[in-house]
T-cell receptor, first 115, second 114 residues
Framework: DGGITQSPKYLFRKEGQNVTLSCEQN?????MYWYRQDPGQGLRLIYY???????QKGDIAEGYSVSREKKESFPLTVTSAQKNPTAFYLC??????????????FGEGSRLTVL | EDKVVQSPLSLVVHEGDTVTLNCSYE??????LLWYKQEKKAPTFLFML????IEKKSGRLSSILDKKELSSILNITATQTGDSAIYLC??????????????FGQGTILTVHP
């Protein structure tokens, strides 16, 4: 079945370590997104990519990095520069084509805890 | 900067009550407004609104957009414990591209007691 796969689901890391969260989709979607969610709060956009080899910063990009070398994959690296990395991270993708009005398809999320 | 504000931030009701959740927005170029329900992990899509005044309905849930007031409401009638969730409102600003970005509000945490 088509969908978005995030891994790992749970991740524990020590302060000062970089971690990379994986996001893979087989929906043939052009656009992919990374959001961060803190407890009891909405989603904040970290980075998004509309085509391969191109991506834009969202509202809270500091301390994060991404790459988009393949259409199917959009990994997120949480660097040691991110001051409060403990959060729930959601990856999403969006359908291609003109007139797209915006529905996002989400992965199951990755919960990162920094000790 | 695009902005989406939801109210109330949290709401506690009893089964059978009717609730109204609000969403207001400020975006440079409006394309659509979306509502999502998030119970545990991945948000699930509820409605997408693009035209003012046209109600979208799905069972006990309904939503309507008011472009003049830059707002939308989500109504849930005869609430059930299964409606307990975070309800997220998001607005798409295409920014001159095919996709642009989706900006989310803070969410409304709804708790329905038996």
């Amino acid at each position: 079945d088509g969908g978005i796969t995030q891994s790992p689901k749970y991740l524990f890391r020590k302060e000062g370590q970089n971690v990379t969260l994986s996001c893979e989709q087989n929906l043939n979607h052009d656009a992919m997104y990374w959001y961060r969610q803190d407890p009891g709060q909405g989603l904040r956009l970290i980075y998004y990519s509309q085509i391969v080899n191109d991506f834009q910063k969202g509202d809270i990009a500091e301390g994060y990095s991404v790459s988009r070398e393949k259409k199917e994959s959009f990994p997120l690296t949480v660097t040691s520069a991110q001051k409060n990395p403990t959060a729930f991270y959601l990856c999403a993708s969006s359908k291609p084509g003109q007139g797209n009005t915006g529905e996002l398809f989400f992965g199951e999320g990755s919960r990162l805890t920094v000790l | 900067e695009d902005k989406v504000v939801q109210s109330p931030l949290s709401l506690v009701v009893h089964e059978g009550d009717t609730v109204t959740l609000n969403c207001s927005y400020e975006v440079t170029n409006f394309r659509s407004l979306l509502w999502y329900k998030q119970e545990k992990k991945a948000p699930t899509f509820l409605f997408m609104l693009t035209s003012s005044g046209i109600e979208k309905k799905s069972g006990r849930l309904s939503s309507i957009l008011d472009k003049k007031e830059l707002s939308s409401i989500l109504n849930i009638t005869a609430t059930q414990t299964g409606d307990s969730a975070i309800y997220l409102c998001a607005v798409r600003d295409p920014g001159g591209t095919s996709y642009g970005k989706l900006t989310f509000g803070q969410g409304t945490i709804l708790t329905v007691h038996p």
